[in-house]
């Protein structure tokens, strides 16, 4: 029986989660020891036999993205085609973005914070309308429509853009016998791996997807999900 197997991966440690910083969509590189990281899980993908990658996905973002360059150069894979796409983003955190954790926790309280990080439905508090709109002009979203670009982002949000994508791009893809990795963030691939793998909106508060540890998804040969796990 056929098995198809994808790599899922997030982005190495960036400077502002260095810092314990809310970050979001806002497009931090990575901290030294996020290099570090890329480049340990490049050769741990190489031991474990998961080097011949001929297609990549990322987002807009240049944590993911230098995370990714780092493990392709690294595999000699540079050659290979990467598709980048807002879909793949990290959640938008809001009005939190750039705060520090620790201090956010002080003035709201762990239990709120908690719900704003993990829980499926709750949004954090929104960026003003005209913050809103300096990001449209950001090149990086230049052709999307400002009505879909988020104030802010719940998970529940998040899956909603990510999931067209998985079914439209990634799975078509991947049904090709392609061998792929995506470099991601903590909550794109929290709504992914919520989708693909049943989670129930109450206990996906548990799942928390560390920096720099490549994911593998197993799928039988009708394309269905069987598991996942880290790769150790």
């Known amino acids: 029986m056929k098995t198809y197997k ?23 590189d990575l901290s030294e020891n996020g290099v570090q990281e890329a480049l340990q899980a490049a050769i741990f993908l190489e031991k474990k036999g998961f080097n011949n990658f001929n297609y990549a996905y990322t987002s807009v973002l240049k944590r993911a993205i230098h995370t990714l360059w780092i493990i392709i150069k690294y595999l000699n894979k540079s050659w290979i085609p990467i598709k980048k796409t807002w879909r793949l983003n990290e959640r938008h955190y809001g009005a939190l973005e ?13 239990t709120k914070v908690q719900m704003w990080r993990r829980s499926f439905h709750v949004t954090p508090p929104k960026i003003s309308h005209e913050k809103k709109a300096m990001l ?27 999931l067209p994508y998985w079914h439209n791009e990634i799975l078509p893809c991947l049904k090709k016998n392609n061998s792929i990795i995506v470099v991601a963030h903590g909550n794109s691939l929290r709504a992914l791996i919520k989708y693909l793998s049943n989670i129930d909106d109450a206990d996906i ?7 720099g540890s490549p994911i593998i998804y197993e799928f039988d040969e009708k394309l269905e999900p069987t598991k996942y796990y880290h790769l150790k």
């Open 136 to 162: 449209a002009t950001n090149p990086q979203y230049h052709d999307i429509d400002i009505n879909i670009l988020p104030r802010s982002e719940s998970l529940q949000l998040t899956t909603s853009r990510v």
């Open 98 to 110: 750039g705060k520090n954790k620790n201090d956010i926790i002080k003035k709201y309280g762990n």
């Open 205 to 211: 508060i548990n799942l928390d997807i560390p920096t």
């Open 6 to 28: 994808l790599v899922l991966m997030r982005h190495g440690e960036s400077k502002w989660n260095q810092l314990n910083r809310f970050t979001g969509w806002h497009d931090i």
